[in-house]
């Protein structure tokens, strides 16, 4: 049976400035959801992660459907309602036009999808990442899926041994998609040259090339190249299909445990360490860290299970305490030198005023 998973993710509004969404906000949302896409959808999942709302859904309709964005977009205006009248912080702040139109890509709100055929037994995780950007996927993915210290099933599994493709796109191109396709492992290197500059290199999807299936589809939307100026950051979705052909559970979950370095925390502008947190986390030290959730399921004619919480286990507490540790020295520097974003990624914020001020108070000194 061939199904779509839809995922869409946007910050409508949250109680106490970026910490979550209220109870009454995800409500809204998900009654909209369940009474007006009855027809639409085969089963559908709301959550948060941080302050944004996620909708996860299955259908057959496939990828880019009107009538599943326009739900999705009709939900998040419903919730912004209720943001409205209970004076949240942020009430539709990601939703970044006026009126819909068709696909809610480049519409503000963050895209996931995958179409393919159901497998008899369908394992999928569902990340969604709060306050950092889509480059925040570029390493756990390049180690999962092209790189045999983390995943052993690159040498052991033979349906691995051809490894696999990946689309990279250059989110800094505004005109339309950017996209390259490289091969792991021969192309590794260039992979990794890539992947060195998350802001502006992100994986949006990854192929087996043993079979040509679809493993990953991750979100790519930056909110600034929409906007034209800074709007909070891009909160990022991603959907990974595991086993067999695919890596396992437990080697795409695997490099969370580093706590890497990302773009985001407060007002977007510092590099901090990512937290894999339990699902339905907040926000707490300095608007951030940047978070990083998963939920795993399992998938039979496109209904799902119930979600299992993948960073709930106690052996993520001790990373959670690393990462602790790593996000208080990093903020201890401030905005000096490595711990803020570097000026391409500042550019859309007040700071250029600041800096075009000061030029004209310069002066080069005579002899």
């Known amino acids: 049976m061939k199904v779509t998973v839809s995922v869409i993710k946007a910050d409508i509004g949250s109680i106490g400035g970026h910490i979550c969404p209220s109870q009454r906000l995800t409500e809204a949302v998900l009654t909209h959801v369940k009474s007006q896409g009855k027809d639409l959808l085969i089963d559908t999942y709301i959550s948060h ?17 009107e009538a ?30 006026d009126s819909f139109s068709g696909n809610v890509r480049g519409m503000g709100p963050a895209v996931a999808e995958l179409e393919f055929d159901e497998r008899p037994n369908e394992p999928l995780l569902f990340f969604a990442a709060d306050k950092t950007d889509p480059g925040a996927y570029d390493l756990p993915l390049y180690l999962a899926f092209a790189d045999p210290m983390n995943t052993p099933g ?19 191109y505004t005109e339309g998609d950017r996209v390259i396709e490289l091969n792991a492992p021969e192309d590794l290197y260039a992979i990794a040259a890539l992947l060195r500059d998350p ?10 090339r043993a ?17 034209g100026k800074y709007t909070g950051k891009d909160d990022p979705v991603m959907l990974v299909r595991v086993q067999k052909t695919f890596p396992a559970t437990g080697e795409v979950l695997a490099p969370y445990a580093l706590g890497p370095y990302v773009a985001g925390c407060m007002r977007g502008s510092h590099q901090m360490p990512l937290m894999p947190v339990p699902l339905n986390s907040g926000i707490s030290y300095f608007d951030g860290p940047p978070v990083v959730s998963c939920a795993a399921f399992s998938m039979q004619g496109g209904r799902l299970t119930e979600p299992v919480d993948a960073f709930a286990h106690p052996f993520w507490n001790t990373v959670r305490d690393t990462v602790s540790r790593k996000a208080i020295d990093m903020r ?7 711990a803020m974003l570097p000026m391409s990624e500042l550019e ?3 700071i250029t005023e600041k800096l075009a001020a000061l030029e004209e108070r310069f002066r080069v000194r005579s002899e």
């Open 199 to 208: 802001e502006r290199y992100v994986v949006e999807s990854v192929f087996s």
């Open 68 to 97: 599943i964005h326009q739900l999705a977009w009709d939900a998040f205006i419903a919730g912004t309602e209720v943001a409205k009248q209970q004076g949240l912080y942020g009430a539709g702040q990601d939703l970044l036009k």
């Open 211 to 227: 079979t040509g299936e679809q493993a990953v589809s991750a979100s790519t939307s930056r909110l600034h190249n929409i906007a």
């Open 348 to 350: 859309y914020t007040g």
């Open 332 to 338: 201890r520097q401030g905005f000096f030198g490595a």
């Open 49 to 65: 992660t941080g302050d944004d709302i996620a909708i996860l859904m299955t259908h057959t309709h496939g990828v880019g459907h």
């Open 154 to 172: 690159l040498i052991l599994a033979p349906t691995m041994a051809e490894g696999f493709r990946f689309v990279i796109m250059d989110v800094s």
